[in-house]
Nanobody
Framework: QVQLVESGGGLVQAGESLRLSCVASGSIFTINVMAWYRQAPGKQRELVATISKRTTNYADFVKGRFTISRDNAKNTVYLQMNSLKAEDTAVYYC???????????????WGQGTRVTVSS
């Protein structure tokens, strides 16, 4: 049993910044990869960024503006969002691929989402 909780969303003006956080807790042996997704109303959920134990990857539409990082000791992933645009408005979801202590199997878990609204 693993729970992910996001925080840090809010309402900002275009050009401003936000920092999202997601903390995982529960029966965690190790977290292989953590990621951020987002979903705007009426649109498909899309991948924003991923971070494994060695590499990071970004969607083209956020490259150069967003930075993903993780603190393994705290089981936490962050998304620093700079130069925000109106089109960044969405609910942002945390995802983690977790090897659980109970059986050693890798499961995918989702957080509840945190809303980001960017006004122009």
């Amino acid at each position: 049993q693993v729970q992910l909780v996001e925080s840090g969303g809010g309402l900002v003006q275009a050009g401003e910044s936000l920092r999202l956080s997601c903390v995982a807790s529960g029966s965690i042996f190790t977290i292989n990869v953590m990621a951020w997704y987002r979903q705007a109303p009426g649109k498909q959920r899309e991948l924003v960024a991923t971070i494994s134990k060695r590499t990071t990857n970004y969607a083209d539409f956020v490259k150069g503006r967003f930075t993903i990082s993780r603190d393994n000791a705290k089981n936490t992933v962050y998304l620093q969002m700079n130069s925000l645009k109106a089109e960044d408005t969405a609910v942002y979801y945390c995802n983690a691929k977790v090897v659980v202590t109970t059986n050693g199997y890798e499961y995918s878990y989702w957080g509840q989402g945190t809303r980001v609204t960017v006004s122009s």
